[in-house]
């Protein structure tokens, strides 16, 4: 895994924030953008091979950062090109109280880059060991797309 919390990486999203409205932490209010789409279903916590490491929330919500990024790697797109994340979790209270070192591994993992986001707490998830899902969307700008 590489380090993304000191890049800087190009795109050609504009950020959409209304006059006068304070500005968000962590995600956007909005974003621009043209290009492909790459859809990403939700991620879980659980490696390649579809087996939980852990039970910790910011251990699976580590890994289910890393599987999206993965997923947009095969589309040839990177966690600068993402446009919106949808984070669902079974427990607010935890993640909540947990929200510095998922700030943290969120950093590592996708940098300083903060697409549109919305955070949801469900009752369960599909898979039962699963703490948190997260789906995305991205979109790869037309120049990028023939290099």
Do not use: C
């Not at 997923?71 to 947990?98: C, I, Q």
Request: aromatic residues 8%.
């Amino acid at each position: 895994m590489t380090d993304q919390s000191n890049k800087v990486a190009p795109t050609l999203h504009q950020i959409l924030q209304p006059d006068g409205w304070v500005k968000p932490r962590g995600y956007a209010n909005g974003i621009s953008a043209s290009g492909r789409t790459i859809y990403v279903a939700g991620q879980v916590g659980w490696n390649a091979q579809g087996q939980f490491e852990s039970d910790d929330l910011v251990a699976q919500t580590g890994q289910a950062l890393r599987n999206v990024v993965a997923v947009l790697a095969v589309g040839g797109a990177g966690p600068e090109h993402l446009t919106s994340m949808t984070w669902y979790f079974t427990d607010k209270a935890e993640y909540l109280a947990r929200l510095p070192e998922i700030g943290t591994i969120y950093r590592h993992t996708i940098g300083r880059h903060f697409p549109t986001m919305a955070a949801i707490e469900v009752s369960a998830l599909m898979e039962g060991r699963a703490k948190i899902e997260i789906q995305a969307i991205a979109v790869l700008p037309a120049q990028l797309e023939a290099t």
